[in-house]
């Protein structure tokens, strides 16, 4: 069974679980989820799990992300793009590179967002978009989110090009409807591209038809390697008789030079290899030197 990352260029028109389905049907049907969702009307890198990767997706869901999108002004939707239906317009003011520029500037950093309706999210077992579809509002409690970068790339009358490296978890829907209100107008996102994900930024993606074409003349694709997005992590090398034993699930010393860098009581997640460089999972290492089991592929 083939385990590792893909980074999907996911098409328009697809959510997330329909391109997956796609490229679980080139790899034959075997285990795999994506890391992060994209709505439908957005393009752009899709993690995708495959095999043993699936067991350290969270990893990279907690990774930051990288936008460009467009937000259309003067129009509201009820999605916050460009597949709702219209519910409120107003004017748009004349507008100048130095003011959206130093508008934009404001949002940076740590502040609050308020999911939208339209989302994954559920509520009592129930997602919200269903709830939305059903013509129902509920109240969502605001979450914590983090803008590192916001850049106007181009500005239009009636619209703005933005890019923003956010936190997991920022709606750019909502984004892009606060940049407007803070306009003194009223927007929703035109075009929607993720860029990239965190630790990806560098490796190129493949799309959908690239990869059927593959599949169809019996190619697999090639996969970044599970421990990819994990390398910020220590990492500890272990002897075959320790790897049976944590294999049983049992903790073994084998972090003696990471140990010595842990004030007492401190623990850490660490990489864990064989003696031929094998990744084997997640563990945490202890200010003793303990490697107790965390995260194990299957080996």
């Keep these: 069974m083939p385990s590792g990352i893909l980074l999907l260029d996911k098409p328009p028109g697809l959510s997330s ?3 997956l389905q796609r490229v679980r049907r080139v790899f034959q049907g075997v285990k795999a989820g994506h890391a992060g969702s994209l709505d439908p009307l957005a393009t752009g890198m899709l993690p995708i799990c495959i095999g043993e990767a699936t067991k350290i997706a969270g990893d990279i869901v907690s ?3 990288h936008y460009r999108f467009t937000i259309l002004l003067g129009r509201r939707t009820a999605t916050g793009d460009a597949e709702g239906e219209v519910t409120a317009e107003a004017p748009v003011p004349a507008l100048t590179r130095a ?3 130093d508008l934009l500037a404001g949002f940076l950093g740590r502040r609050t967002q308020v999911p939208p309706m339209y ?3 559920k509520q009592g077992g129930e997602p919200l978009y269903r709830l939305a579809r059903a013509g129902r509002t509920v109240e969502r409690a605001a979450r914590a989110i983090e803008l590192y970068e916001l850049k106007l790339i181009a500005l239009e009358p009636g619209s703005l090009e933005v890019e923003t490296s956010c936190s997991k978890g920022t709606y750019v829907r909502v984004l892009a409807e606060e940049i407007a209100a803070a306009l003194g107008t009223v927007g929703h996102v035109g075009q929607l591209r993720r860029l990239s994900v965190e630790p990806f930024a560098a490796e190129p993606m493949q799309t959908l038809e690239r990869l059927e074409q593959a599949g169809a003349r019996g190619e697999r694709p090639p996969l970044l390697p599970v421990d990819y997005p994990l390398r910020h992590l220590p ?3 272990l002897a075959a008789a320790q790897v049976a034993r944590l294999l049983k699930g049992q903790s073994v010393m084998a972090a003696g030079e990471l140990a010595a ?3 007492q ?3 850490v997640r660490v990489r864990i290899y064989d003696a031929e460089g094998r990744f084997l999972g997640l563990g945490i290492a202890d200010y003793a030197g303990a490697v107790q089991p965390k995260r194990l592929l299957n080996p």
């Design 265 to 267: 009581g401190e623990s």
């Design 17 to 19: 679980n329909a391109a």
């Design 99 to 101: 003011h959206v520029e």
């Design 235 to 237: 990492a500890v090398s």
């Design 261 to 263: 860098r842990l004030p």
């Design 119 to 121: 989302s994954a999210i």
């Design 63 to 65: 990774g930051a992300k």
